[in-house]
Structure formats: structure tokens, C-alpha cells
């Protein structure tokens, strides 16, 4: 089994290339609802709407970024990604040029925002397929964490660093960075050499859906719990009182990044049915923690372990998802995958 050091250093780029991309939805979550409400004057049902289309846009997009990473390579999805991340912020900016028309502004801003979503689906697929063209079927556990923890880092980042150049440039500069960072992606990406398609196989199988629907359907059962630590747990450090009302999703998201670079392999070495029942069962006690907890800091702990059981679910049903089809088909496999779990949030 490849040094796990090595790996990492192998796939880098890739996994770059998923957080740069990341590192623009996080700048622009952090500031879209103040752009929609307080420059464009509109409600809380249109945020939710604008916002809403990257995510549909996103499921849409995983079929078509898988055919293309499977018939054209990763490289070339990854190409594609970048480009439609550029033409967003080509609509983002001309939504701030047209802010005198909010609803010409919101209209621009709507298509930027369904360009992004295709954008995120066609980068992480690409990253994914890149990292296992090179590390093998066999890690793909490793991979599809590391391809995970660049993209929740790259968040993390993201929404300090929007309210920063919101606080100076206003949208405007969230849009200049959606132009920017793609084209330095791009010239990190083009020199280097891409993974070549897998040939095509005569053998006949199940279908790629058929194939990982179980460990798809068994991530986006698991998601519910993501989702309700997400959006939900700050409601309930509000109903009891306790403050900052961010801390146990941090909590969450710190255990989950933590796990995921110490024990990146585990999915690998213990099989990744293995591993998403037993860490199933520390996400479970995690959540009762939670709900049960009568003190802020018992409530603090379980969401840490709550973090740390579902570190490991997504990239090990990842695992299993990837391992059910041919190698030809992986970068599909991949992308049905990810639409389970983008439908269950």
C-alpha cells in the first residue's frame, strides 16, 4: 500500500483545485443573502431561492462531469469546471454593474449562480477521478477523504475571507475573485499531464446507478445527520441559551478534519462496509449526546464525536460505490454518488 505522505503529495493538485473552488462558494455563502437584501432589496424567499440554484444545479451536473471525467479525462472536467466557475463570475460582476436594475442584477445573479453549481459538480468529480487514475481503486477511501477535507477547509476559509473583501469592495469583490482564482487554477492545472481514460471494456455489468445505489442511498441517510449539525444545531445552542451559538458545528467540522488527516487510510485498511457501520455507531452516540446533554460543554463533546463518527462514512460508502463498477466507469460512479448525498441536503 502506497505511503499514505506520498499519495497525498501525488494528488495535491487536484485536491487544490477542489478547494480553490470551494474557497469561492465559501466567500460567496458568507455574503449573498447581504448582497440580495440589503443592495438589491429583496426578502429572505428570494436568498433562499438564489441560493438554492447553485445546490440544483450541482445535482444536475454530476451525470455530465462523471461521462466527461470518464470519456475525455479528469483533466479536461477539471478544464471545464474552471471555465464555468470564470463565466460566473462574469455574471456576478454584471450583476453589480447592473444593481440600479435589481431585477435585471437578480436575474445575472441567478445565472452565476447556476453556472457555479455546474462548476463545483465538474471540479470534484474531476479531483476525485484524477486521485484515484493515480492512487488506484484501492485507495479510494484516502482519496475521497482528502478530496473532502480540502473542500470543508476551503469553507472554512472561504466565508472570513468573503466578509473581508465584502467589507471593502461590497459583491464586487466576490465577483472579482470568482473571475481570478479559476484562471490561476487553470494555470496550475494545464502543465501537468492528466490522468488518460481508462479504455472500454467488452464485459457487460450492472448499470453505474444500479451499481452504487445502496452505498449512495446509505450516504444520503447519513447526510440527514450532516445536515441537521449544519443548520440545525445552532438553533438548539439558541433555545437552551448557550453561547457562541457556532460552536457545535465547529466542534463538528474540527473533529471531522482532524480524523480525516490522522487516520485517512482507515477506510482502506478496514474495508468500507466496515468502517461506515462502526463509525455509524459513534455518529449515533454523538447526536443522543447531543440531544440528551443538559450542559453546554457535554453538548460541545458530543458534537466533536458526533464530527468524528461521520468523518469517515462518506468516503467509506464512497469506497464501496467506486469498487462496484469497471474502472472505465469510476468518474459516473462517482459522480451518482455525490448526487445522492446532494438530494439528502
Excluded: C
Excluded at 436568498?47 to 445535482?59: K, L, M, N, R, T
Excluded at 471555465?83 to 454584471?94: E, P
Excluded at 449539525?229 to 482532524?258: E, H, I, K, N
Amino acid at each position: 500500500m502506497t505511503d499514505d505522505r506520498s499519495l497525498l503529495a501525488t494528488v495535491l493538485p487536484a485536491l487544490l483545485a477542489v478547494g480553490m473552488i470551494f474557497l469561492i462558494t465559501g466567500a460567496s455563502l458568507a455574503t449573498l443573502p447581504l448582497y440580495i437584501h440589503a443592495e438589491l432589496g429583496f426578502g429572505a424567499d428570494v436568498v433562499g431561492a438564489v441560493a438554492g440554484a447553485q445546490f440544483v444545479s450541482a445535482v444536475i451536473a454530476r451525470i455530465w462531469s462523471g461521462r466527461m471525467a470518464d470519456h475525455k479525462g479528469p483533466k479536461a472536467a477539471m478544464l471545464a469546471g474552471l471555465a464555468l466557475s470564470f463565466a460566473a463570475g462574469g455574471f456576478y460582476l454584471t450583476s453589480v454593474l447592473l444593481k440600479a436594475a435589481p431585477s435585471t442584477a437578480l436575474a445575472s445573479l441567478v445565472v452565476a449562480r447556476v453556472l457555479l453549481g455546474g462548476a463545483e459538480s465538474f471540479i470534484i468529480t474531476a479531483g476525485q477521478s484524477w486521485g484515484l487514475a493515480l492512487a488506484g481503486q484501492d485507495r479510494a477511501g484516502a482519496v475521497i477523504g482528502w478530496t473532502g477535507t480540502a473542500l470543508y477547509v476551503a469553507l472554512a476559509v472561504g466565508g472570513p475571507l468573503g466578509g473581508a473583501l465584502y467589507a471593502v469592495m461590497g459583491f464586487g469583490g466576490i465577483a472579482w475573485i470568482t473571475l481570478v482564482i479559476p484562471v490561476l487554477t487553470a494555470a496550475l492545472i494545464l502543465p501537468r499531464p492528466g490522468p488518460v481514460p481508462v479504455p472500454k471494456t467488452d464485459g457487460k455489468g450492472p448499470s453505474v446507478l444500479a451499481a452504487v445505489a445502496r452505498p449512495g442511498m446509505a450516504a444520503g441517510l447519513a447526510g440527514f445527520s450532516y445536515s441537521a449539525m449544519a443548520f440545525f444545531s445552532v438553533l438548539l445552542f439558541l433555545d437552551r441559551g448557550w453561547q457562541p451559538t457556532w460552536a457545535p458545528f465547529s466542534a463538528f467540522a474540527v473533529a471531522l478534519v482532524l480524523m480525516r488527516l490522522a487516520f485517512s487510510s482507515l477506510p482502506d485498511r478496514l474495508g468500507g462496509r466496515k468502517t461506515a457501520l462502526v463509525f455509524l455507531s459513534v455518529q449515533i452516540l454523538g447526536l443522543a449526546g447531543l440531544m440528551q446533554g443538559g450542559f453546554e460543554t457535554v453538548a460541545l463533546m458530543a458534537s466533536f464525536l458526533a464530527g468524528a463518527g461521520y468523518a469517515f462514512i462518506y468516503p467509506a460508502l464512497g469506497r464501496e460505490a467506486v469498487r462496484a463498477v469497471a474502472p472505465e466507469r469510476v468518474g459516473r460512479a462517482l459522480g451518482y454518488y455525490s448526487a445522492f448525498f446532494d438530494l439528502s441536503m
